[in-house]
């Protein structure tokens, strides 16, 4: 998890996306017209199941709809979000969906429509094979992705302090939409002893300093800082973006005025000069621009079957999984995430491997064997497939030890080492139970890791003591070996623990609570890595062809 810092910006927590609906070849319900169709979408809330989001217009005898309403929807990267849409002949003024006639429905998560451009499925409904398709696509609504770097001088400000200069540091604010408030949005640094500072360039999105809105007034404070948090003001000016952007230059150069002298002494002009060194402003792409554009991203999970686990036939064992109504912990955190990430990988292939045992035929313990069983391909179809590998090793394979992460790590990282250029990113999903035996070498391949498209995800299971994971982490000090410092903070760490307790009667809760926290911070790390390499998202995939204006299935001649 990133480390909090006060005072800087960060990404929004999700983008918001536009639901475009249409249908082709609905069955005609009505006798002596066409029906008259309407769409619905439910979306699933845990614990509570569907739950109704919105409805179309209804369009009037019409087989082949094109919807104008659209859905708008949060979109999260890390949350399984399920939608259904229903289709209805509307056959009066009642709002009760039971009193007209269901044409079908389509199943879907939105995670998979945001990766195809078209995403195009059979409604399911009263008539078998009736060629009914319903075709959805999402498009990230506009929003301002700009970013401004900027940076300020001051020259002759106020002296504040008896016995020296000024620490002089400035204060930005944006103004709230009632026009006559201000939010604090960024603080620079404090310059010790002087009444000419050069502040260091900082760099945040537009949103955060005027909701995109480049004529909003920004007001900016220059303070004298005090250790004890008295700051004494020196002077205040306002601005706007659209001033900034003009550039450093005499219509960029602040009088900085105190109030309360400006009231007082008819003989006041300012007290000192704030000055504008550069401003550049940048399009930031979004994570969604990315997969649009085509971007992969591909999980590798890896188990830990180390001895300390217990026997996978005892109840005790985090492995045990012959009850069928009380999955392990290790088949909740591997459904949880890997149902997510299938969504985004078009071959539905996930490389399954595992580490701490001794493997068949002779016993010679491995930190890197494939669960399938395979010499030389260790990829199984979608997470079932993961699944039903992983109870297989289960009965093949001995639970041994030690837990060794980097033999793994090291093996994902050749894979993101040959797709540097943005056409893909890695998820490392690394379940363990133990206590890191080798550390050394894991910061090692954590940091030489660090450049690469990769993020690490590592899931504790069961009670064990996880503080060096917390080292591995980085939040509170970026991670080293040997003298070299980690590019990226790379490695998110969970404690399994914490989301069992708070819902034992709920699996489904538990899952989703732990995807959550899981993924969350992918899209970031994604995107860091494609900016720090220079990468911008390619222009949107078309994956599927137009939408016919009408749709004839192949069994009609």
Same mark, same amino acid.
């Not at 002087?194 to 300093?209: R, V």
């Given at each position: 998890?990133?480390?909090?810092?006060?005072?800087?910006?960060?990404?929004?927590?999700?983008?918001l996306?536009?639901v475009?609906?249409?249908?082709r070849?609905?069955?005609?319900?009505?006798v002596?017209?066409k029906?008259?169709?309407?769409?619905?979408?439910?979306?699933?809330?845990?614990p509570?199941?569907?739950?109704?989001?919105?409805?179309?217009?209804?369009?009037?005898?019409?087989?082949?709809?094109?919807?104008?309403?659209?859905?708008?929807?949060?979109?999260?990267?890390?949350?399984?979000?399920?939608?259904?849409?229903?289709?209805?002949?509307?056959?009066?003024?009642? +709002?009760?969906?039971?009193?007209?006639?269901?044409?079908?429905?389509?199943?879907?998560?939105?995670?998979?429509?945001?990766?195809?451009?078209?995403?195009?499925?059979?409604?399911?409904?009263?008539?078998?094979?009736?060629?009914s398709?319903?075709?959805?696509?999402?498009?990230?609504?506009?929003?301002?992705k700009?970013?401004?770097?900027?940076?300020?001088c001051g020259?002759?400000?106020?002296?504040?302090? $008896?016995?020296?200069?000024?620490?002089? $540091?400035?204060?930005?604010?944006k103004?709230?939409?009632?026009?006559?408030?201000?939010?604090?949005?960024?603080?620079?640094?404090?310059?010790?002893?002087?009444?000419?500072?050069?502040?260091?360039?900082?760099?945040?999105?537009?949103?955060?300093?005027?909701?995109?809105?480049?004529?909003?007034?920004?007001?900016?404070?220059? $303070?004298d800082?005090?250790?004890?948090?008295?700051?004494?003001?020196?002077?205040?000016?306002?601005?706007?973006?659209?001033?900034?952007?003009?550039?450093?230059?005499q219509?960029?150069?602040? /009088?900085c005025?105190?109030?309360?002298?400006?009231?007082?002494?008819?003989?006041?002009?300012?007290?000192?000069?704030?000055?504008?060194?550069?401003?550049?402003v940048?399009?930031?792409?979004?994570?969604?621009?990315?997969?649009?554009?085509?971007?992969?991203?591909?999980?590798?999970?890896?188990?830990?079957? =180390?001895?300390?686990?217990?026997?996978?036939?005892?109840?005790?064992?985090?492995?045990?999984?012959?009850?069928?109504?009380?999955?392990?912990?290790y088949?909740?955190?591997?459904?949880?995430?890997?149902?997510i990430?299938?969504?985004?990988?078009?071959?539905?292939?996930?490389?399954?491997?595992?580490?701490?045992?001794?493997?068949?035929?002779?016993?010679?313990?491995?930190?890197?064997?494939?669960?399938?069983? +395979?010499?030389?391909?260790?990829?199984?179809?979608?997470?079932?497939?993961?699944?039903?590998?992983?109870?297989?090793s289960?009965?093949?394979?001995?639970?041994?030890?030690? =837990?060794?992460?980097?033999?793994?790590?090291?093996?994902?990282?050749?894979?993101? @080492?040959?797709?540097?250029?943005?056409?893909?990113?890695f998820?490392?999903?690394?379940? =363990?139970?133990?206590?890191?035996?080798?550390?050394?070498?894991?910061?090692?391949?954590?940091?030489?890791?660090?450049?690469?498209?990769?993020?690490?995800?590592?899931?504790?299971?069961?009670?064990?003591?996880?503080?060096a994971?917390?080292?591995?982490?980085?939040?509170?000090?970026?991670?080293?070996?040997?003298?070299?410092?980690?590019?990226?903070?790379?490695?998110? $760490?969970?404690?399994?623990?914490?989301?069992?307790?708070?819902?034992?009667?709920?699996?489904?809760?538990?899952k @989703?609570?732990?995807?959550?926290?899981?993924?969350?911070?992918?899209?970031?790390?994604?995107?860091?890595?494609?900016?720090?390499?220079?990468?911008e998202?390619?222009?949107?995939?078309?994956k599927?062809?137009?939408?016919?204006?009408?749709y004839?299935? /192949?069994?009609?001649?």
């Amino acid at each position: 998890m990133a480390a909090f810092a006060p005072g800087q910006a960060v990404a929004n927590p999700s983008s918001l996306v536009e639901v475009s609906v249409s249908c082709r070849n609905l069955v005609d319900m009505d006798v002596f017209s066409k029906s008259d169709p309407i769409c619905v979408l439910f979306t699933y809330e845990i614990p509570s199941g569907w739950k109704e989001f919105g409805r179309t217009e209804i369009i009037w005898d019409n087989l082949n709809p094109d919807f104008v309403k659209k859905f708008v929807l949060n979109y999260f990267f890390e949350e399984q979000q399920r939608l259904k849409f229903e289709l209805y002949d509307v056959d009066s003024k009642s +709002h009760d969906l039971s009193k007209h006639d269901f044409l079908g429905s389509m199943e879907c998560t939105l995670g998979e429509i945001v990766t195809t451009n078209r995403l195009q499925q059979p409604l399911k409904g009263p008539k078998v094979n009736s060629g009914s398709i319903v075709s959805v696509r999402a498009e990230e609504l506009g929003t301002c992705k700009e970013q401004i770097t900027l940076q300020f001088c001051g020259k002759k400000l106020d002296k504040k302090d $008896f016995f020296g200069k000024s620490d002089p $540091f400035l204060l930005f604010h944006k103004s709230n939409e009632d026009s006559s408030s201000f939010t604090v949005t960024h603080r620079t640094e404090h310059i010790k002893k002087t009444l000419n500072p050069t502040w260091k360039p900082f760099t945040m999105p537009i949103t955060k300093l005027c909701n995109g809105d480049y004529d909003r007034l920004i007001k900016v404070e220059c $303070f004298d800082w005090d250790r004890d948090g008295g700051h004494d003001l020196i002077g205040e000016f306002s601005t706007t973006i659209r001033e900034l952007t003009r550039g450093p230059g005499q219509a960029n150069v602040y /009088e900085c005025i105190h109030p309360k002298k400006k009231a007082k002494k008819k003989s006041y002009k300012h007290s000192g000069l704030v000055e504008l060194l550069s401003c550049k402003v940048e399009t930031v792409p979004s994570f969604l621009d990315f997969i649009k554009g085509g971007t992969e991203i591909s999980a590798t999970i890896a188990i830990d079957f =180390t001895a300390s686990n217990g026997d996978p036939r005892q109840p005790s064992s985090l492995h045990y999984y012959m009850d069928p109504y009380r999955p392990s912990q290790y088949a909740i955190a591997l459904k949880a995430v890997g149902e997510i990430i299938e969504d985004y990988d078009t071959d539905k292939l996930f490389p399954a491997l595992g580490f701490g045992a001794r493997i068949p035929p002779d016993g010679v313990v491995s930190h890197e064997f494939f669960l399938n069983g +395979h010499p030389t391909n260790p990829y199984c179809q979608g997470v079932s497939g993961v699944m039903e590998a992983y109870h297989r090793s289960l009965n093949s394979v001995q639970l041994y030890g030690p =837990t060794n992460f980097a033999p793994i790590i090291n093996h994902v990282a050749r894979f993101a @080492a040959a797709c540097r250029d943005g056409s893909g990113y890695f998820i490392l999903l690394l379940l =363990t139970d133990g206590v890191i035996t080798d550390l050394p070498q894991t910061k090692e391949a954590i940091v030489s890791a660090s450049h690469l498209p990769l993020s690490i995800i590592i899931v504790g299971v069961g009670d064990a003591d996880f503080t060096a994971m917390d080292v591995l982490d980085g939040d509170d000090e970026r991670l080293s070996s040997k003298g070299r410092y980690a590019e990226r903070d790379i490695v998110q $760490f969970v404690p399994m623990r914490d989301f069992l307790h708070a819902s034992r009667q709920n699996v489904d809760v538990s899952k @989703a609570r732990l995807a959550k926290a899981v993924l969350e911070e992918v899209p970031d790390q994604l995107l860091s890595y494609m900016k720090k390499n220079r990468i911008e998202p390619k222009p949107q995939l078309q994956k599927l062809p137009p939408l016919p204006s009408v749709y004839v299935p /192949e069994n009609v001649k």
